[in-house]
């Protein structure tokens, strides 16, 4: 008897000297990312803490360090968001109600939704040339605004769709129930039942893939935004530049005042994508507390 | 009321953004995207206004699109930036896609001008030519590729076209610096070299490789980001790579330059040597390449004779070397011709 207690109290200590041990590990295993992400903040912080100033902002691209700014870059990049964001959301909702609610559950279906989660994956320079041909060359929009924002709108779109598709399948199959038995039909239960609770999923989905587009340089560069601009788009055909193309070049500059202005210039794009993914969370709680 | 909501929504994703927006570019771009050409360059006028009377030169406008090497860009950029302060309405834009990447959308009419680190190849002058594009070429400064070694390494105090062919070329067998020169000590050697798409590397393929191609296994790294090469060497005691004069005057202090002897004695990368063309092979010219129909319009010929009347005095700036006053002449002659 007091053998079997022995073994068994044994066996409970070693049980809990995992779970310490497992514990620390994750602990350790979070904290690794959010130690390195520190230190790169506060490294960028520090370097690019003296350029952050009104110039930066208010001044266009210069040879010269100290008179240099990305007001051209900051606008292109923000008329590019105010472009693509409701193009890609009606869109990338659009494909998703069809795909969750009306397309029939066939070998067709699931071709498509095998290709959206590929397409979901596959490099942003890909889209660059897909871009370049299709809106730059075939449409003739020449390496306008317009042509990166449908660039654009191509890479998030599979984004969008899936993260869409998942806030669409996760909303109670009795709420759909319920609105039927009312009498309600397709789309009114789809507009009235399902968005409203699908709608806090779907920005959330929405506004990360728009932090995503954000970010890219590879497939604006391909399609040729340009890099030296000093005047704000006046139309949607006008030539742009965007801030990671920018800062690109304040990295690959070899006078050392640049990368000065390149760390200033990322703690703008962070303060932005921050200020996204902090509109995202409003909004869904704002969405949660009336559904 | 889902409408209302989902409309409410977009509403305030639009509204977030506007506030960034806002936020962002206190005084400028308020014209928004269908704004007002005329209020914009009014504003533009006034801003830089001053530097020469309205009446002095007829009013220009117009776009001049310009793309290709990121080692010419800084020229170009800064030659745009000055252009600007006299001609607000002329809208230059540049774009760094490379030289080959330049030179293609140059043939397909794309551009009006191309940066190039290097002269026209033979197959991208037929493209153009295919294209319906002729043009001319303008040479706009100079650069000296400057071959660069670790502060730490005593033992190279010149290099010869030979050693550097050995050590970069394909199918080199060089694996420490004894296998270099007798008498160098057996420490590992490291290569950093420019990516094969760059100006930069094809000119050195030209220069030193007898166009043999360079090496590639794991001794050598590539990078398109020539600071990335700066850090490679300064960072491993065996290591040697070569870049723009650029580049090594601003790490001056955490590289040392290697001098280049090619049948005249060692020769170091400076402005007078680059200038007067004793740094030989790896001094090189810079080009841009004009579309000769683009030439007709009056903004771009005003802009490209701005630039080669005025880049002397800005090349150094930048980190590049001006050509022999005499040279800018010449090249000044070709706009007219």
């Given at each position: 008897m007091g053998v079997l207690q022995d073994a068994n109290r044994k066996q409970i200590a070693g049980r809990r000297r995992l779970d310490f041990a497992l514990h620390l590990l994750f602990v350790a295993a979070t904290s690794v990312g959010v130690v390195v992400l520190m230190a790169l903040l506060v490294d960028i912080l520090i370097d690019g803490a003296s350029r952050l100033q009104p110039d930066l902002f208010n001044q266009y691209p210069s040879r010269r360090a100290s008179q240099a700014g990305m007001k051209s870059a900051i606008v292109g990049s923000l008329y590019m968001l105010v472009i693509m964001a409701p193009l890609s959301f009606v869109l990338g909702v659009g494909a998703a109600i069809y795909l969750e609610e009306?397309?029939?559950?066939?070998r067709l279906t699931r071709l498509i939704q095998l290709n959206i989660s590929t397409l979901a994956g596959v490099p942003s320079i890909v889209y660059g040339i897909l871009g370049l041909a299709i809106?730059?060359?075939?449409?003739?929009?020449?390496?306008?605004l317009l042509a990166g924002a449908l660039t654009m709108t191509l890479l998030v779109l599979p984004i969008i769709i899936v993260s869409s598709q998942e806030a669409i399948r996760a909303v109670p199959r009795s709420r759909r129930e319920a609105s039927f038995a009312l009498g309600a039909n397709k789309w009114q239960t789809v507009a009235r039942a399902v968005l409203p609770s699908a709608f806090p999923g779907i920005l959330t989905g929405v506004i990360l893939a728009m932090s995503r587009a954000i970010g890219e340089t590879a497939p604006l560069v391909m399609i040729g935004a340009m890099t030296y601009v000093a005047f704000l788009p006046n139309d949607l055909l006008d030539s742009f530049t965007v801030m990671p193309i920018q800062i690109y070049n304040w990295i690959a500059r070899p006078q050392a005042e640049f990368r000065e202005l390149a760390a200033a210039g990322i703690v703008v794009l962070l303060a932005v994508l921050l200020l996204m993914n902090f509109a995202a969370i409003l909004l869904r709680n704002k969405y949660n507390k009336k559904v | 009321m889902l409408n209302r909501q989902m409309s409410k929504g977009i509403l305030m994703l639009a509204m977030a953004m506007l506030l960034v927006f806002a936020a962002a570019c206190g005084n400028g771009?308020?014209?928004?995207?269908?704004?007002n050409a005329p209020a914009e360059s009014a504003n533009g006028a006034q801003e830089n206004g001053g530097s020469k009377p309205a009446e002095e030169e007829a009013k220009l406008s117009g776009d001049i699109v310009i793309d290709g090497s990121s080692t010419v860009y800084p020229l170009t950029e800064a030659a745009a930036e000055e252009f600007n302060k006299e001609h607000p309405d002329v809208r230059v834009t540049v774009g760094v896609s490379g030289t080959g990447g330049g030179f293609e959308k140059f043939a397909a009419g794309e551009i009006a001008i191309a940066d190039a680190s290097r002269p026209i190849k033979d197959e991208e002058a037929q493209k153009a030519k295919d294209g319906g594009v002729d043009f001319i070429e303008l040479s706009v400064a100079y650069d000296g590729l400057s071959v660069v070694i670790n502060?730490?390494?005593?033992?190279?105090?010149h290099l010869t076209v030979e050693e550097l062919n050995k050590i970069?070329?394909?199918?080199?067998?060089?694996?420490?610096?004894a296998d270099v020169r007798e008498g160098f000590p057996a420490e590992p050697i490291t290569l950093f070299s420019p990516g094969a798409d760059s100006g930069t590397y094809d000119y050195f393929n030209e220069a030193i490789l007898d166009k043999k191609g360079i090496r590639n296994d794991d001794l050598i790294s590539f990078s398109e980001d020539d600071n990335t090469l700066v850090q490679g060497v300064a960072g491993n005691k065996g290591g040697i790579g070569y870049f723009g004069f650029a580049y090594f005057e601003e790490n001056a202090d955490k590289l040392k330059v290697v001098p280049i002897e090619a049948g005249n004695g060692p020769v170091e990368p400076t402005l007078e040597t680059i200038k007067d063309g004793s740094y030989s092979p790896l001094s090189r010219p810079l080009y841009i390449y004009v579309n000769k129909a683009e030439l007709e319009r009056p903004e771009v010929k005003a802009f490209v004779q701005y630039y080669i009347d005025n880049i002397g005095s800005m090349a150094a700036e930048v980190g590049y070397v001006p050509l022999p006053d005499e040279q800018y002449a010449k090249e000044a002659a070709k706009i007219e011709g």
């Amino acid at each position: 008897m007091g053998v079997l207690q022995d073994a068994n109290r044994k066996q409970i200590a070693g049980r809990r000297r995992l779970d310490f041990a497992l514990h620390l590990l994750f602990v350790a295993a979070t904290s690794v990312g959010v130690v390195v992400l520190m230190a790169l903040l506060v490294d960028i912080l520090i370097d690019g803490a003296s350029r952050l100033q009104p110039d930066l902002f208010n001044q266009y691209p210069s040879r010269r360090a100290s008179q240099a700014g990305m007001k051209s870059a900051i606008v292109g990049s923000l008329y590019m968001l105010v472009i693509m964001a409701p193009l890609s959301f009606v869109l990338g909702v659009g494909a998703a109600i069809y795909l969750e609610e009306y397309a029939p559950k066939n070998r067709l279906t699931r071709l498509i939704q095998l290709n959206i989660s590929t397409l979901a994956g596959v490099p942003s320079i890909v889209y660059g040339i897909l871009g370049l041909a299709i809106f730059v060359r075939a449409m003739q929009l020449d390496r306008s605004l317009l042509a990166g924002a449908l660039t654009m709108t191509l890479l998030v779109l599979p984004i969008i769709i899936v993260s869409s598709q998942e806030a669409i399948r996760a909303v109670p199959r009795s709420r759909r129930e319920a609105s039927f038995a009312l009498g309600a039909n397709k789309w009114q239960t789809v507009a009235r039942a399902v968005l409203p609770s699908a709608f806090p999923g779907i920005l959330t989905g929405v506004i990360l893939a728009m932090s995503r587009a954000i970010g890219e340089t590879a497939p604006l560069v391909m399609i040729g935004a340009m890099t030296y601009v000093a005047f704000l788009p006046n139309d949607l055909l006008d030539s742009f530049t965007v801030m990671p193309i920018q800062i690109y070049n304040w990295i690959a500059r070899p006078q050392a005042e640049f990368r000065e202005l390149a760390a200033a210039g990322i703690v703008v794009l962070l303060a932005v994508l921050l200020l996204m993914n902090f509109a995202a969370i409003l909004l869904r709680n704002k969405y949660n507390k009336k559904v | 009321m889902l409408n209302r909501q989902m409309s409410k929504g977009i509403l305030m994703l639009a509204m977030a953004m506007l506030l960034v927006f806002a936020a962002a570019c206190g005084n400028g771009g308020s014209g928004g995207e269908t704004g007002n050409a005329p209020a914009e360059s009014a504003n533009g006028a006034q801003e830089n206004g001053g530097s020469k009377p309205a009446e002095e030169e007829a009013k220009l406008s117009g776009d001049i699109v310009i793309d290709g090497s990121s080692t010419v860009y800084p020229l170009t950029e800064a030659a745009a930036e000055e252009f600007n302060k006299e001609h607000p309405d002329v809208r230059v834009t540049v774009g760094v896609s490379g030289t080959g990447g330049g030179f293609e959308k140059f043939a397909a009419g794309e551009i009006a001008i191309a940066d190039a680190s290097r002269p026209i190849k033979d197959e991208e002058a037929q493209k153009a030519k295919d294209g319906g594009v002729d043009f001319i070429e303008l040479s706009v400064a100079y650069d000296g590729l400057s071959v660069v070694i670790n502060k730490e390494n005593d033992w190279v105090d010149h290099l010869t076209v030979e050693e550097l062919n050995k050590i970069f070329a394909a199918g080199s067998t060089v694996k420490t610096w004894a296998d270099v020169r007798e008498g160098f000590p057996a420490e590992p050697i490291t290569l950093f070299s420019p990516g094969a798409d760059s100006g930069t590397y094809d000119y050195f393929n030209e220069a030193i490789l007898d166009k043999k191609g360079i090496r590639n296994d794991d001794l050598i790294s590539f990078s398109e980001d020539d600071n990335t090469l700066v850090q490679g060497v300064a960072g491993n005691k065996g290591g040697i790579g070569y870049f723009g004069f650029a580049y090594f005057e601003e790490n001056a202090d955490k590289l040392k330059v290697v001098p280049i002897e090619a049948g005249n004695g060692p020769v170091e990368p400076t402005l007078e040597t680059i200038k007067d063309g004793s740094y030989s092979p790896l001094s090189r010219p810079l080009y841009i390449y004009v579309n000769k129909a683009e030439l007709e319009r009056p903004e771009v010929k005003a802009f490209v004779q701005y630039y080669i009347d005025n880049i002397g005095s800005m090349a150094a700036e930048v980190g590049y070397v001006p050509l022999p006053d005499e040279q800018y002449a010449k090249e000044a002659a070709k706009i007219e011709g």
